[in-house]
Structure formats: structure tokens, C-alpha cells
């Protein structure tokens, strides 16, 4: 069982091993590399085969060829002993011989008379035969006393053949002609040698291949363990390091992947306790929170998110469309995927507990070139706010209501006793009548500010030119002092159309101007400029006095702050003045800020829509 098991898991390796590209093409180098490597080594040794059997064929005949001429000159005794051994003797394994026996007078009167005998018999393994002619040339050569030499075509051996033919002299009263021949070439010993090297060149190629298989194992084997610490880093597992060994260039890759690895789990733990403290963030937030993708599917939602709009679980990953019942949220998450714009809005909604008022805002997510990647949408329950909210707006409206008589009754009360107070009551009675003005200013702005919050201005837009305002200045101007900063009204040569509130604008302008002539103490002067600008209405209101700080730049428009309080106590005002400019503003969708004029003076500046929606 343990065998087969280990022959299984043997089996696994090696085809998960082939199944490696990288395996296949490392096995494959060094394969093919070994088997040009070897092969030319086989081709190099069989060309030395090849050509020491040759050298040794042709050295090896000129011997025989001696060892024949030796015999044809020895005496008669000694040559027909060395005929007789000639057929044992090994050196002359490949050789073929033949005794040609040159034909008696009679045999030739015979053979001119058309007789033929031409087989005289066998002695050994020596063929005896009578030759008429014609000649071989090397028989022709051996009659004339020389030794014959021919190299031609031999039928019977299928290839060349190297002859030879030497005068052996008279034997048994005849003339015998030696007549040998051998292939040219050795082949048979080089079919046998090339045979040898085909047999050792398939065992070396089977060797090989095994060699080859278990280095290409070897060189992968770091590189598929490195392939694996990399997965688990990018599957953020990081409990594996890489073990070096050696110093060289996979050592070296390995140190570096073990601090990228360190690296990661570092920077992964910073990520995971950031989301972790972020999801805490968001679970305890009382406002809904929902992102979404490209995709339109929901990537997010926190508890409130599924209390408000009423997800149920789970809502991952489907379309917000399916999830989220209410039509507005929806429209709001279309456009700002779609047309990558912020959506804001409040209104009326029902959830599971009741009828609730949310404000909701959904902006678009951007990658860093600006691409729309996803968005996400923050929802509040502003339900008891705003009731409380009615409730103060209620109060103050009432309160205020409740001031104007009183205060309007003890002014009318003060003018009388004008007339009946002698000189040293004089200064008391003018001091109880400018607070007086005061708090009935108060009243007015806060009344203001009641209809504001109680959007009890709505429908009184109209179109006009924002250059018509300027009459406000004048009419500012013909009331003030003599002694104030001069007033100086710049307008555009073009007209500047709008679609506003125009009395709101009025007293807006008409606060700033108030603002500037109590706060530019020891000013010369009071720069309006109304104009258009970047497809928008600009109003700007500039003096040259002591300017404001910058840090109480960004505080100047809440309700009741004032700037250097003991100083604006004795100069009057409400504190409502900046505040109720701001209410007006941000109905009209503008923006109001201010800066440093040219001189160090303060200068606010108005930014409107040249139209404004009929919602104001």
C-alpha cells in the first residue's frame, strides 16, 4: 500500500514537473545541448574510426603485398608451403585469391581448335584456373615479370576491389600467375564500428535525458519554491521565508523577495488594523454610508446604511438598483456614475420605523486620471434635528414677533420724552434710544432669518439686470454721513442678467455695505464692483480699512460672532448682518468669501449663477 502510494506521488510530481513550461523549456536546453554536444563527439570519433581503419586497410595491404612478393621470390619448397598455409592464417581473412596457370603449347593448339579447359582443380583454398585470355591488366603485367596492380568494379563483392597479380614462376612445370584481390575499402569493420557508436550514442542519449530531466527538476526547484512564497504574498499569506543558501543570483533574489515579503506583512497589517479601525468608524457612525462601482454593484454598506435604506443581507455585490427601493437614492447614484457629478438633497422617506427627513449627498469616486471608478453616498436621519430645528425657528419667529411691538412702543415712548427732558437728561435719553434702535435691528435681522429658514421667500425671483443694485448704493450713499468713507460703484458695460430674489440681493448688498461703513474705521472710501465673470455674477465689496484677520475669516459669517466684540458693542450691530449675506447667498446656489483688498482692506466677494432654479 505504502509502495503504491509512494509510486503515486511519484507520478504526481513527475507530471506536475512536465506540466511546468519552465520545466519543458529548461529539460529541453539542456537535452538538446547534451545531444549536439554528444553527437558531435560521435561524429568526431567515427571520423577517426573511419579514417585509422583506412590508414590501417592500406598499410595492412601493403604488407600482404610484400609478404607475397617475399613468397613469389622464395624457392619452390617454401612457396608451395606458403600456398598451402595460406588459407589458415588470419591476416588474410578478406582476401580472395586465385593461381592463374598460363595454358601448355597443346592446351593452346586445343584451344585454337575451340576446346576449353580452363579448370585445372582446387588445392586448398586456392582456385586453379587456366585463363586464354583476355587479360586482366594485372595479369598482363604479372606475365611480363612485373607485379600487376588494378583497382575496378568486382561484380561478385558488389563494390571496389583492390587486384594484384604477381609472378610465382614455374610450379609443377607450369608458369602460375598469383592473382589476389580485397574490397578497397574496409567496409565491413566500419559498418561494425559505426554500429558500436549508434549503439553507445543511444545509451548516452537515454543517459541524458535522465541527467537532463533531473537538473532541469534542480533548477526549478528554487525558482517554483520562490513562484510559491510570491503566491502566498499575493494570496496575503506571508508566514513562509525563502532560505538562502548559496550567495549567487536566486540567493540573492531570495533575500530580496524575504524583505518585500517583510515589507508586506508589514504594510498588510497596517492595512488590515486601518480597515479594521475604519469599519469601526463606519459601524458606529449614526450616518448611512453605501459605495458602489463602476459596475453599479454595492461594495459597501455600514449598519446605518441598512436601517436607512433597508438592505438586507446579503447585498454585496448586486446592483444598487435591486437592493436600494427608494427612486431618489437611486437617481442620485445614476448621476453621479454617470455624469460624475455630486448630487445633494434631503426630503421625506419612508423606512421600516416610520416616515423619516434625510439629507443625502452621493459623490463620484475618480481614479487619479479623473476616470469615474464608483461612487459613494452618505445618508443622515436628520428627523429630530430638524423638529427641533421648527421648533426654535417657531420660537424665535414668535419671540421676535412677540419684541417688535414692545420695542417699536418704546421708541415711539423716547421721541415724546425728547421733548420734556431738560439738558442733563439729554445724553441718557439718547443713549436709551440708540439701544433701542439696536434691539429693534436685532429683531428685524432675526426676523429675516426666520423667513429664510422657513423658506417663506420662495417664489419672489425674477429676471433682471444685477447691475440695477447699484441703486442701493445710492441710496446707502445719500443716507450716510458726510463724514464717512466715499462710496464708489463700478458696474460692467454689459449687462449681467440673472434670475434672483432681487430684494434678498438688495439687502445682502445692502448688509455688506452697512459691515464695511462699521468695521473700516479711519477708511477713505467703499469700492462696489458688479460684473460678470467666468459665466457667473460677481458683487464685490471693497474698503480700505484695517481689514480682517485671517483666521477669523472663516468664523465672521456664524450668527452672532463679531470681530473685537468690546470694540463692535460700542459701534452696534446685530451679529446677523455676515450671516444673514451668507443664508442669502447659498439660496441663490453662490458661493461668498472673503479676502485682503489691494489696500489691506477686507474685500467680499459674491459668486451667483447668472439663472437660478426656481427652488430658491
Known amino acids: 500500500m505504502k509502495e503504491n502510494h509512494d509510486e503515486s506521488r511519484s507520478t504526481r510530481l513527475l507530471k506536475r514537473d512536465w506540466e511546468s513550461p519552465l520545466f519543458r523549456r529548461r529539460f529541453r536546453q539542456l537535452f538538446l545541448s547534451g545531444t549536439t554536444a554528444l553527437l558531435l563527439v560521435i561524429l568526431a570519433l567515427g571520423g577517426l574510426s573511419v579514417d585509422s581503419r583506412i590508414a590501417f586497410h592500406r598499410k595492412e595491404t601493403n604488407r600482404i603485398i610484400a609478404v607475397l612478393e617475399a613468397a613469389a621470390t622464395a624457392s619452390t619448397a617454401n612457396r608451395e608451403k606458403f600456398l598451402s598455409e595460406l588459407?589458415?592464417?588470419?591476416?588474410?581473412?578478406?582476401?580472395?585469391?586465385?593461381?592463374?596457370?598460363?595454358?601448355?603449347?597443346?592446351?593452346?593448339?586445343?584451344?585454337?581448335?575451340?576446346?576449353?579447359?580452363?579448370?585445372?582443380?582446387?588445392?586448398?583454398?586456392?582456385?586453379k584456373t587456366v585463363s586464354r585470355g583476355p587479360y586482366p591488366p594485372e595479369v598482363q603485367q604479372a606475365l611480363a615479370g612485373r607485379i600487376g596492380r588494378a583497382r575496378r568494379w568486382d561484380p561478385a563483392l558488389k563494390q571496389d576491389a583492390l587486384f594484384f597479380a604477381i609472378p610465382f614462376g614455374r610450379m609443377r612445370e607450369q608458369e602460375v600467375i598469383f592473382h589476389s584481390w580485397r574490397p578497397a575499402f574496409p567496409w565491413n569493420d566500419i559498418r561494425g564500428d559505426l554500429k558500436r557508436c549508434g549503439l553507445v550514442f543511444l545509451l548516452a542519449e537515454f543517459l541524458l535525458a535522465l541527467v537532463s530531466f533531473r537538473t532541469?527538476?534542480?533548477?526549478?526547484?528554487?525558482?517554483?519554491?520562490?513562484?510559491?512564497?510570491?503566491?502566498?504574498?499575493?494570496?496575503?499569506?506571508a508566514e513562509r521565508r525563502w532560505v538562502v543558501l548559496d550567495e549567487d543570483e536566486l540567493g540573492r533574489l531570495g533575500n530580496s523577495l524575504n524583505e518585500l515579503t517583510d515589507r508586506f506583512e508589514e504594510n498588510w497589517k497596517k492595512e488590515r488594523d486601518g480597515r479594521e479601525r475604519l469599519e469601526?468608524?463606519?459601524?458606529?457612525?449614526?450616518?448611512?454610508?453605501?459605495?458602489?462601482?463602476?459596475?453599479?454593484?454595492?461594495?459597501?454598506?455600514?449598519?446605518?446604511?441598512r436601517r436607512l435604506l433597508d438592505l438586507v443581507e446579503p447585498f454585496h455585490g448586486k446592483k444598487y438598483w435591486?437592493?436600494?427601493?427608494?427612486?431618489?437614492?437611486?437617481?442620485?447614484?445614476?448621476t453621479a456614475l454617470q455624469?460624475?457629478?455630486?448630487?445633494?438633497?434631503?426630503?421625506?422617506?419612508?423606512?421600516?420605523?416610520?416616515?423619516?427627513?434625510?439629507?443625502?449627498?452621493?459623490?463620484?469616486i475618480r481614479s487619479e486620471e479623473g476616470r469615474v471608478m464608483g461612487a459613494v453616498m452618505v445618508i443622515e436621519d436628520v428627523t429630530e434635528r430638524r423638529r427641533n430645528e421648527e421648533m426654535r425657528r417657531k420660537f424665535v419667529a414668535n419671540a421676535s414677533h412677540e419684541l417688535r411691538t414692545p420695542v417699536t412702543a418704546i421708541r415711539g415712548a423716547l421721541e415724546t420724552l425728547q421733548e420734556f427732558v431738560g439738558e442733563d437728561g439729554k445724553p441718557f435719553l439718547e443713549?436709551?434710544?440708540?439701544?433701542?434702535?439696536r434691539l429693534e435691528e436685532i429683531v428685524e435681522d432675526v426676523l429675516t432669518l426666520s423667513r429664510l429658514d422657513a423658506d417663506a421667500t420662495a417664489g419672489e425671483r425674477e429676471g433682471f439686470d444685477l447691475r440695477e443694485l447699484s441703486e442701493v448704493g445710492k441710496e446707502f450713499e445719500a443716507a450716510s454721513s458726510s463724514e464717512g468713507p466715499r462710496l464708489e460703484i463700478e458696474t460692467s458695460g454689459a449687462p449681467v442678467p440673472v434670475t434672483a430674489a432681487r430684494r434678498l440681493l438688495e439687502r445682502a448688498l445692502r448688509n455688506l455695505l452697512e459691515n464695511a461703513v462699521r468695521h473700516a474705521a479711519g477708511g477713505e472710501w467703499i469700492r462696489v464692483r458688479i460684473r460678470e465673470r467666468d459665466g457667473e455674477a460677481e458683487i464685490e465689496v471693497e474698503d480700505d480699512g484695517p481689514g480682517i484677520p485671517e483666521e477669523e475669516r472663516e468664523r465672521i459669517f456664524e450668527r452672532f460672532y463679531r470681530i473685537e466684540r468690546s470694540r463692535t458693542r460700542e459701534e452696534g450691530g446685530s451679529g446677523l448682518g455676515l450671516s444673514i449675506v451668507k443664508d442669502i447667498v447659498l439660496r441663490h446656489r453662490g458661493t461668498i468669501s472673503v479676502h485682503r483688498g489691494s489696500t489691506g482692506g477686507a474685500l467680499f466677494r459674491i459668486r451667483i449663477p447668472m439663472e437660478i432654479s426656481s427652488d430658491l
Request: with cysteine; aromatic share 8%; net charge neutral.
Open 431 to 437: 443713549m436709551a434710544h440708540r439701544h433701542g434702535s
Open 339 to 364: 455624469e460624475g457629478r455630486t448630487v445633494r438633497g434631503e426630503g421625506q422617506v419612508e423606512l421600516p420605523s416610520g416616515e423619516s427627513y434625510v439629507r443625502y449627498s452621493a459623490n463620484p
Open 280 to 305: 469601526t468608524i463606519f459601524r458606529e457612525m449614526n450616518e448611512g454610508v453605501v459605495a458602489v462601482d463602476e459596475q453599479e454593484r454595492i461594495l459597501f454598506g455600514n449598519a446605518a446604511a
Open 216 to 237: 532541469a527538476r534542480r533548477m526549478i526547484r528554487p525558482l517554483r519554491a520562490l513562484t510559491k512564497l510570491a503566491e502566498e504574498m499575493a494570496e496575503g499569506r
Open 87 to 127: 588459407a589458415g592464417k588470419e591476416e588474410f581473412r578478406d582476401w580472395y585469391f586465385e593461381l592463374v596457370v598460363s595454358p601448355s603449347r597443346e592446351e593452346a593448339k586445343e584451344t585454337a581448335r575451340g576446346r576449353s579447359s580452363n579448370n585445372l582443380g582446387e588445392e586448398g583454398n586456392i582456385r
Open 322 to 334: 435591486e437592493e436600494i427601493r427608494n427612486p431618489r437614492f437611486c437617481n442620485a447614484f445614476r
